[in-house]
């Protein structure tokens, strides 16, 4: 799967970035409104939250300057800053916590940290056990990492919460290619294609497969 697919679009990130959590009525508003200038305007945002952070806006105000870091192009640099937030945001939710570790591990997949993103998704799979999406976010970064046999039980995770999810069998149909299991890996994409038949990157590694099973060769990633 390509780099671009394994990294999550800002904007998805975005529309994530509110999980539920108790902020006063104002807090809410400047928070939201912070978040939803992150994609305008990330430099105008990371100052709105650097201004808010020192009156007090707490993880709120911490969360949203990582996501304007990572959308600046300081993917390490915002990424360490979720994590930090995720971890001492003792007030959130757990679900809050999940959300905060997830997009902290999708930066460090921005920077090509693939172990710090590894250990940032199990780490919010500690406050989420059930959440298909960092079950299959941990076999991205495994994956991307080298790890084919962390990939491939990641995955297996993420689709045993969330059966057939195109995504998940994508991740892991492109470890068993590499581990030169065809047969298993055609089987999981034909069954994510019948699910999201034009899906680029799936056609694309069904393209590598075919080019494995002609010359018995495990083509380079692309």
């Known amino acids: 799967m390509s780099?671009?697919?394994?990294?999550?679009?800002?904007?998805?990130?975005?529309?994530?970035?509110?999980?539920s959590a108790a902020l006063s009525q104002t807090d809410d508003?400047?928070?939201?409104?912070?978040?939803?200038?992150?994609?305008a305007d990330a430099a105008g945002a990371y100052e709105d939250a650097m201004i808010w952070r020192a009156q007090g806006g707490g993880w709120a105000a911490e969360h949203c300057a990582g996501l304007a870091q990572i959308a600046e192009g300081w993917s390490s640099t915002g990424a360490t800053r979720l994590r930090a937030t995720a971890e001492g945001a003792t007030a959130a939710s757990d679900m809050?916590?999940?959300?905060?570790?997830?997009q902290a591990a999708d930066?460090?997949?921005?920077?090509?940290q693939f172990d710090e993103a590894a250990q940032a998704f199990a780490r919010g799979l500690d406050f989420a056990p059930g959440d298909a999406g960092l079950?299959?976010?941990l076999a991205d970064a495994?994956?991307?990492?080298?790890?084919?046999?962390?990939?491939?039980?990641?995955?297996?995770?993420?689709?045993?919460?969330?059966?057939?999810e195109p995504g998940a069998l994508g991740?892991?149909?492109?470890?068993?290619?590499?581990?030169?299991?065809?047969?298993?890996?055609?089987?999981?994409?034909?069954?994510?294609?019948?699910s999201d038949p034009e899906n680029l990157d799936l056609l694309v590694l069904r393209g590598r497969l075919n080019e494995a099973r002609r010359t018995g060769q495990i083509p380079e990633r692309t």
Not at 3 to 19: C, K, N
Not at 29 to 39: F, G, K, P, Q, T
Not at 96 to 102: D, E, K, P, Q
């Open 96 to 102: 809050s916590r999940a959300i905060l570790f997830g």
């Open 142 to 164: 495994a994956y991307a990492a080298g790890d084919l046999s962390g990939a491939v039980a990641a995955a297996d995770t993420a689709l045993e919460l969330n059966p057939g």
């Open 107 to 112: 930066g460090f997949i921005r920077a090509r």
């Open 135 to 137: 079950a299959k976010g």
């Open 29 to 39: 508003e400047r928070y939201r409104a912070c978040l939803d200038r992150v994609s």
């Open 171 to 194: 991740v892991r149909a492109a470890a068993r290619l590499e581990m030169g299991e065809f047969d298993a890996a055609a089987a999981d994409l034909d069954q994510a294609l019948a």
């Open 3 to 19: 780099r671009a697919t394994r990294h999550i679009v800002l904007a998805a990130l975005i529309a994530g970035a509110l999980p």
